[in-house]
């Protein structure tokens, strides 16, 4: 299976969507390469047939508008060589080639082990809500939604909305953080209000987190720091997002504080790989939209058009810069992990195993540590805020694939 | 499109809207346990996103598959290993 054209897009989330809208306005040929089964990313989730909000139908109208070749369920995993990328499909390898390329790979939860963690029915906050938008019937299951960031709320309203008996929405960051981040962020106000009502009657605790999830063989309940023990069916706990750079990585573009570093145009160290949306730095759905179009109009070669999109996103540079403020986390959370706490969950490594190594190296080698399938992606993020360590070189292939996908590369 | 699948996760059947996650279908079923981890204790999903590798199972003879990213079709066979 092969593919050739002049703009590639990893990652069919919004940043990827507007960049693959712009190529394809320009009159270039465009494919966008996505893992999941459909287009949207995770905020767009299942939406295609029926949008949540107004940015969300203006968009998916707009794909729908234009040429744009979607290829659906492909993971990327190698880089061959320059200008060439495969994916491993459930049809095969696919081999696409092109001039240009935008990464908009997106972001994952953070997730900070703590006793219990690793309980079935413990699950990401969007991990949950990605599960009851795929088909998981949540009406009547008592949710507790904790961790810190905006996504916590968005995903009591969505849960809420479908039945769940949501009992407390448990928030790291203090009463004080959230005061300024209120005040500062006035013009998503009416964002803010909708989910306000939304979540009516449903505490919303500042100041608050997990301090353990109890169950033998799944989730009972939890006991929270400021909120006691609640007995529960789902905890859906993330401690906002990390950026998924390991593709980037792969190609040689360079990162700094685990962000892919971009030039004004979102163009990488790597010449004509561009990357945009939140690999670049956790900003929320608008800053993915305008560095994705400046992504897809520099890729295109309109760098005077990507230029008047400039004042935009620093309009929204900000916003992010406000929201990483507010949602840092803070250190009592280093310390929830107990001795045997899995940290690991692929290798289950314990926390009194790792915190007597030096460095991400060291641990990999004594202890296996982020050598799992998930390749680091969920401990990376724990380490990271831990210990201080970050994950100093990708191979490949960047994620676990069928040893017939290799044999393939290999015999090409 | 038929609005419904059915597929079959333990030799439980279960009914699942049309475009749903095999994910979704297996707790459905009630189950909650996708597989034993290096040490043997019971894991599920974490992050629903392809992320994690903690929903792995087996579907349709086919074992490491992950069930967040894979859509339930009519016929199909899951087997949990928790």
Redesign the interface.
């Known amino acids: 299976m092969g593919n050739v054209c002049d703009v590639v897009v990893v990652g069919a989330g919004p940043a990827g969507l507007a960049a693959a809208w712009r190529v394809a306005k320009s009159g270039l040929a465009v494919s966008v390469v996505d893992?999941?089964?459909?287009a949207g990313g995770?905020i767009w989730r299942?939406e295609q047939t029926k949008p949540s909000s107004e940015v969300a139908q203006e968009w998916l109208e707009r794909i729908r508008s234009v040429d744009i070749q979607m290829i659906n369920?492909a993971?990327v995993f190698q880089q061959p060589e320059v200008g060439v990328l495969l994916a491993e499909t459930p049809e095969g390898v696919c081999e696409l080639k092109f001039e240009s390329l935008v990464l908009a790979t997106g972001a994952?939860?953070r997730?900070l082990p703590f006793p219990g963690w690793?309980?079935?029915?413990?699950?990401?906050a969007?991990?949950?809500?990605?599960?009851?938008k795929?088909?998981?019937?949540i009406e009547g299951k008592r949710v507790v939604v904790a961790g810190s960031g905006p996504l916590l709320l968005a995903v009591a309203a969505y849960l809420r909305g479908r039945g769940a008996n949501v009992l407390l929405i448990a928030e790291q960051a203090s009463s004080m953080q959230l005061l300024r981040f209120g005040i500062g962020s006035f013009s998503k106000s009416s964002q803010a209000f909708a989910l306000k009502r939304q979540l009516m009657g449903v505490p919303y605790r500042s100041g608050c987190w997990v301090l353990e999830a109890h169950g033998t063989?799944?989730l009972e309940r939890v006991t929270l720091f400021r909120g006691g023990e609640v007995a529960c069916d789902y905890l859906a706990c993330g401690f906002h997002l990390v950026p998924n750079v390991e593709l980037a990585e792969l190609l040689g573009c360079a990162t700094e504080e685990g962000c892919v570093n971009v030039d004004e145009y979102q163009q990488t160290t790597v010449k004509k790989v561009y990357s945009a949306g939140e690999s670049t730095g956790i900003g929320g759905l608008e800053l993915s939209l305008v560095e994705g179009e400046i992504a897809g109009l520099a890729a295109a070669g309109k760098r005077e058009a990507a230029q008047k999109l400039f004042p935009i996103r620093q309009k929204h540079r900000k916003f992010a810069d406000l929201l990483n403020r507010t949602f840092a986390l803070r250190d009592e959370l280093k310390h929830l992990a107990a001795p045997e706490t899995?940290v690991c969950?692929?290798?289950?490594v314990t926390f009194e195993r790792l915190r007597v190594q030096q460095s991400w190296r060291a641990a990999k080698l004594q202890t296996r540590c982020g050598m799992?399938?998930?390749q680091g992606?969920?401990c990376g993020g724990a380490v990271e805020f831990l210990f201080g360590w970050r994950a100093e070189s990708v191979r490949p292939p960047v994620l676990?694939v069928r040893v017939e996908s290799l044999i393939l590369e290999e015999n090409k | 499109m038929p609005e419904t699948v059915s597929l079959v996760v333990n030799g439980i059947s279960v009914e699942m809207p049309a475009g749903s996650m095999v994910s979704a279908a297996i707790l459905k079923t009630g189950t909650y346990a996708f597989r034993r981890s290096a040490t043997g204790e019971p894991r599920g999903p974490l992050c629903g996103m392809g992320i994690c590798f903690e929903c792995r199972v087996v579907i349709d003879g086919e074992p490491h598959c992950r069930s967040c990213q894979t859509v339930c079709k009519d016929g199909m066979e899951v087997r949990t290993d928790g």
Do not use: H, S, Y
């Open positions: 893992d999941n089964p459909t995770q299942g369920g993971r994952r939860e997730f690793t309980l079935p029915n413990v699950m990401g969007g991990g949950l809500q990605a599960l009851v795929t088909g998981l019937p063989e799944k899995i969950r692929c290798e289950d799992g399938p998930c992606r969920v676990p």
